[in-house]
């Protein structure tokens, strides 16, 4: 387990302290990362977010694009949270190759409450949320960016839902939006495989349902640590 907005250590909850905390980000949601992937392991924590429910009852949605591009795999999943306040963060990394250059590109979907930090962390944005970031693309999208698309228009769950390219480390594009009443994050590596959110991308909740067609690669290392 480790902080979902620094990627540290986490200290368990103890007599002085009911949360997880951070020494530096302070009380944090501790962010859980599979070592491998699989059918079964992602079986196993599609159960734990829908019984590990937030205060509102409402299970935090684990968003897969589906179908995969041709080429793709799942390369992990993720979610942060406790049996106390429930999962407030999900998130799912897929890989394959890029599709301008053809070489190895890597994408990961953020769901999460305001507040948890991980999708602004592996964009390499300030603050835990991307709303200052969010209003400034709504005007300035930033055209210079390597990975610019403009505004991406994908389905999530069936619903057409806009994100915003965003400002992030240069190595990589940044979107940013909402579904489900969550902060919905996109982030590519490298920044021009953000034209891939240009093309037809459709999410669906694995909460809800889990094709049995899914490929899975290699782990990510964006969610272990290297972003």
Not at 23 to 48: F, N
Not at 124 to 140: C, F, H, K, S, V
Not at 184 to 191: K, R, S, Y
């Amino acid at each position: 387990m480790s902080c979902p907005r620094c990627a540290g250590s986490v200290r368990k909850p103890d007599l002085m302290h009911s949360e997880w905390r951070c020494p530096c980000c302070g009380p944090v949601p501790p962010l859980h990362v599979p070592e491998h992937i699989g059918a079964q392991i992602v079986a196993s924590v599609v159960d734990r977010i829908a019984t590990t429910l937030p205060r509102d009852g409402q299970a935090a949605p684990l968003w897969c694009p589906w179908p995969l591009p041709p080429g793709w795999t799942l390369t992990g999943v993720a979610y942060a949270g406790d049996e106390r306040d429930g999962v407030r963060a999900t998130a799912v990394a897929c890989a394959g190759p890029e599709p301008l250059g053809g070489g190895p590109a890597d994408l990961v979907f953020v769901a999460e409450e305001p507040g948890v930090g991980l999708g602004t962390r592996l964009a390499g944005m300030p603050g835990p949320d991307p709303g200052p970031q969010l209003a400034e693309a709504l005007t300035d999208p930033g055209p210079g960016h390597p990975g610019h698309v403009g505004q991406a228009r994908i389905r999530v769950a069936g619903h057409p839902t806009p994100l915003w390219l965003v400002n992030s480390l240069t190595d990589r594009s940044a979107y940013a939006g909402e579904a489900r009443g969550m902060w919905l994050h996109a982030i590519t590596w490298p920044a021009s495989a953000g034209h891939l959110l240009a093309e037809d991308v459709e999410l669906c909740d694995l909460i809800e349902w889990m094709p049995t067609e899914l490929v899975y690669g290699a782990p990510s290392p964006y969610l272990h640590g290297k972003a």
